[in-house]
């Protein structure tokens, strides 16, 4: 979080919020094609992506969806670039701790969302509560102060956003009214309150001013002098404010490199850096300035010209080393398709048209729930292989991806079940995997981008692809084992429980178990050699490892329990739901916990959800169990 520009934050927060004195009326839905902004190519957090994406992951960040008002996230980012003043009205802050509104000043009812018109008041309480927060260790923060830092970093990129296009625009702290002034700097009638580009034009004047001044004695300035001295000062303060700020979609042009590999520039630090003496830096910003101009006329043309120059000046300068059209194509694909959103949707159709085929019996519910099930099993696929030509690495490098995975691994793996023995349950929990592990993963965006670079312990060889891949596959065959466990129990209720259901569903749950053990015994030895060759030792009881240790342990004795004749098959289904309940510790527990290696990925609220879904669960397990065996004898 950008804490060291809380002076900019709120600073910028009044001057846009009170620009020429005028009103701020609603936001205006009317725009122009956006096909050639979709295409514009952003460096963000290390990884280019189209200006499409930061869109949809800012949205995600700022408001917790992809769309605002049933408009793509791209339209409102437009606004926000292009004409910030109609969105001040917009309610797109959504704030999850409503204890935090009277602690920055509002004392209104509760709303789901927030408009940047709403909070104005409450930006400098917001900025001390969120600096206090910032000096308060992870785990000592109340929800409170938690929510405080997380509305702040909301706030700070829409700010961030919102002042990407101005220095285009006339800015009311850059007002020259000094004849003097005004006949060194070159402006016409017109330009009296001017704009950063302005200044960035006359950048050899500005230098020249100051250095005559510089080594002398400042007695006698002139109101003239005074002002442009007010102006230097003015715009140091605006370069620091917008430096590292969104929008970097401006390769460096000596073509350098930074710290980090390729160093992309945002406008502001094109023009602080004399970009326009550069022929192609001058071209480029020439470019935006048409289309931003463009936007504001509702000139659908130029606008779509301005942009199509500027992408082709990048592009003739960058060529093929910073970036593949085709992937950014794709990727623009991959966010209209909203490939699991899409697929959740699909599953939760087929589970609800599945129970009641159940109930009621009839053929066409369960042919259509199949083919609901099959269609989102269809497009959840394809958003797997999309991500992984469009990030070039398999699809389990992050937690988002984990569950995106395990999520497909239990629903094929239900279908087979299904496919092997009817009538054991298996479409019915795999498509309730599917929504569940679909519904966590979603969490995921709310963070950013989840293609982004990857944390150094998952960057590295081959192992980790193969080891993540088959230990998540053991995972999925737990979850698929617990969720007919929970069935199994609930049949075993039934005023007349069917045995032949009883019978299939606890051969469902042995061949889950038995597949979960394989996979996630292999998945841990495959996970040793990859330490051995990354972090130099084979196993090092790091929690991450217990965890998978203690599922294997865990499978093997409730199989062999069966096997033996210990348990009985409603044992086994108790046993499948403790693993269930494992499976989550070590998983989701072990960045809980916030320590380890293996400790990536937190998301706020995981260990609150983890919390009551062991609660829950556990109750449920106590409950049945103990009426089920009442019932039986």
């Known amino acids: ?48 992506m189209p200006l499409d994406s930061l869109a949809v992951n800012a949205l995600r960040q700022i408001s917790g969806r992809s769309s605002y008002r049933g408009q793509a996230a791209l339209v409102w980012l437009a606004r926000v670039l292009f004409t910030p003043e109609q969105t001040y009205r917009d309610e797109i802050f959504r704030v999850n ?47 409170v102060e938690n929510e405080a830092l997380q509305l702040y970093e909301r706030l700070d990129l829409y700010f961030g956003l919102l002042g990407s296009f101005q220095w285009a625009l006339p800015d009311e702290s850059l007002t020259v009214t000094d004849p003097e002034a005004r006949r060194y700097l070159d402006l016409t009638e017109k330009q009296i309150r001017i704009c950063f580009l302005d200044l960035a034009e006359r950048s ?89 101009r463009a936007f504001r006329n509702h000139d659908d043309v130029g606008f779509n010209a301005g942009l199509n120059a500027f992408n082709a000046s990048v592009r003739g300068r960058a060529g093929g080393r910073l970036f593949a059209a085709g992937k950014i194509g794709l990727e623009i694909f991959y966010n209209r398709l909203d490939a699991f959103v899409r697929a959740s949707w699909l599953y939760g159709g087929a589970v609800v048209l599945l129970v009641l085929a159940l109930f009621i019996g009839a053929a066409w519910l369960r042919l259509t729930g199949i083919g609901l099930l099959a269609a989102g099993f269809v497009l959840h696929s394809g958003g797997q292989v999309l991500r992984m030509i469009i990030g070039g690495r398999p699809p389990v490098t992050n937690l988002f991806e984990t569950f995106i995975f395990v999520a497909w691994v239990a629903v094929l793996l239900g279908m087979l079940l299904e496919a092997s023995q009817k009538k054991s349950l298996g479409l019915i929990s795999g498509g309730m995997a599917g929504i569940f592990l679909l519904f966590i993963a979603g969490r995921y965006t709310l963070n950013g981008d989840t293609m982004g670079m990857l944390v150094a312990v998952l960057n590295t060889n081959l192992w980790l692809a193969v080891h ?166």
């Open 1 to 48: 979080m950008s804490i060291r520009n809380g002076v900019g934050f709120v600073l910028w927060a009044w001057l846009l919020l009170t620009v020429g004195g005028q009103t701020i009326l609603p936001a205006a839905v009317e725009t122009v094609s956006l096909d050639e902004l979709q295409r514009l190519v952003v460096l963000e957090n290390g990884r280019k």
């Open 97 to 143: 701790e409503p204890a935090l509104l009277p602690a920055i000043g509002i004392f209104s009812p509760p709303r789901p969302r927030y408009s940047c018109w709403d909070l104005s008041g409450a930006l400098a309480p917001l900025e001390k509560l969120a600096r206090q927060a910032a000096d308060v260790n992870d785990k000592s923060r109340s929800p």
């Open 204 to 292: 050899d004047r500005i230098a020249s001013f100051a250095a005559s001044l510089s080594g002398g004695k400042k007695t006698n300035v002139s109101p003239g002098q005074r002002e442009i001295m007010r102006l230097t000062t003015r715009i140091d303060q605006l370069v620091l404010n917008h430096q590292g700020r969104p929008l970097r979609v401006i390769p460096t042009l000596d073509g350098g490199v930074g710290a980090d590999g390729e160093e992309w520039l945002n406008p502001w630090e094109v023009l602080a850096t004399g970009g326009l003496k550069d022929d192609a830096g001058r071209r480029e910003i020439t470019a935006l300035v048409a289309a931003q």
């Open 468 to 633: 993540v891949a088959t230990i998540t596959s053991g995972y999925a065959g737990c979850v698929i084992a617990g969720i007919i466990g929970h069935f199994h129990l609930l049949q075993r209720l039934a005023h007349c429980p069917d045995r032949g259901r009883l019978a299939s569903s606890a051969r469902s749950i042995r061949a889950a178990l038995v597949f979960g053990l394989v996979f996630t015994f292999l998945g841990t030895a495959m996970g040793g050699v990859w330490a051995d060759q990354s972090w130099g030792r084979f196993w090092g009881w790091d929690p991450k490892e217990n965890g998978a240790l203690l599922i294997i342990i865990w499978l093997a004795i409730l199989l062999h329990a069966r096997r033996g004749g210990i348990i009985s098959d409603l044992g086994m289904a108790a046993g499948s739901i403790i693993a269930l309940l494992i499976v989550a510790l070590a998983w989701l527990g072990v960045n809980v916990l916030g320590v380890g290696l293996h400790s990536y990925g937190f998301i706020s609220g995981v260990a609150r959800g983890l919390l009551w879904f062991l609660i829950v669960d556990l109750i449920f397990l106590a409950v049945t169990l103990s009426l089920a065996r009442r019932r039986s004898g």
